[in-house]
């Protein structure tokens, strides 16, 4: 039976604890039977509405807070095995295992302001989709966010920040200038255009092209509303 790259570094990390676990406990332990790991999606579509079962209880103020027990925090010193990658705001506002309604090892997740793409959000996405396998990206703009506000200020003042902030909104600004400014609902605007733009990128980005082509990673958008709790897929 051929060995697929998970189960070969599942079984890499498996065999690491146990030697640890051989050391360190006494012969008494191995009496205390293994977590069986729990199931979950194996594709993008039963992940997706994972996420949107999760983020409805979110929003009815009636999370579950799913995998949180001992049994499952022993399950995960053993490996990780997610079933979805979010690229989401830094914002403190937009947790996504709170948003989700997920837990422990559910979500492997990134975080950067805007969710602008740098070298470091690239190898970690391609980690997750090349090495744990997930099959889902999700990419989640939010409402009234401080990063596309900035470069929407930058764009109709012509001023962009200088330092670290000013490179985030250089980021964002071809979208805001791609984007038409319909006034009131031109920062919303952008949030949108920002999250279609950030997959779209993700879709033909080197490492991943190929995993979604042969259907083996899905990269959608999104937005969360502050107001709803609401996710809205773009």
Not at 38 to 50: F, Y
Not at 76 to 97: H, N, T
Not at 119 to 147: F, K, M, Q
Request: hydrophobic share 45%; aromatic share 4%.
């Amino acid at each position: 039976m051929a060995i697929t790259r998970r189960g070969a570094l599942r079984a890499s990390l498996l065999g690491g604890v146990g030697a640890a676990v051989a050391t360190a406990a006494p012969a008494s332990a191995w009496a205390v039977p293994m977590p069986t790991p729990a199931p979950h999606p194996q594709d993008a579509a039963s992940a997706l509405r994972l996420l949107k079962e999760g983020n409805r209880r979110w929003r009815r103020t009636a999370s579950r807070h799913p995998h949180e027990g001992a049994a499952r925090r022993a399950e995960m010193a053993l490996g990780q095995d997610p079933f979805a990658v979010v690229l989401g705001c830094a914002d403190s506002r937009v947790p996504p295992e709170l948003v989700f309604d997920r837990g422990l090892g559910d979500l492997f997740t990134i975080r950067s302001a805007g969710q602008v793409l740098d070298s470091s959000v690239l190898g970690s996405i391609s980690y997750a989709a090349e090495h744990l396998e997930v099959p889902l990206v999700v990419v989640l703009g939010h409402a009234l966010c401080g990063a596309v506000t900035a470069a929407v200020d930058a764009h109709r003042t012509g001023e962009v920040p200088h330092g670290h902030i000013g490179y985030l909104v250089e980021q964002i600004l071809p979208v805001v200038e791609a984007t038409p400014d319909d006034g009131d609902d031109f920062v919303d605007a952008c949030v949108r255009a920002n999250a279609d733009h950030i997959a779209d990128q993700l879709r033909e980005d080197d490492d991943l092209r190929d995993l979604v082509d042969a259907g083996r990673l899905d990269i959608v958008s999104a937005r969360y509303d502050l107001e709803t709790s609401r996710v809205s897929w773009l």
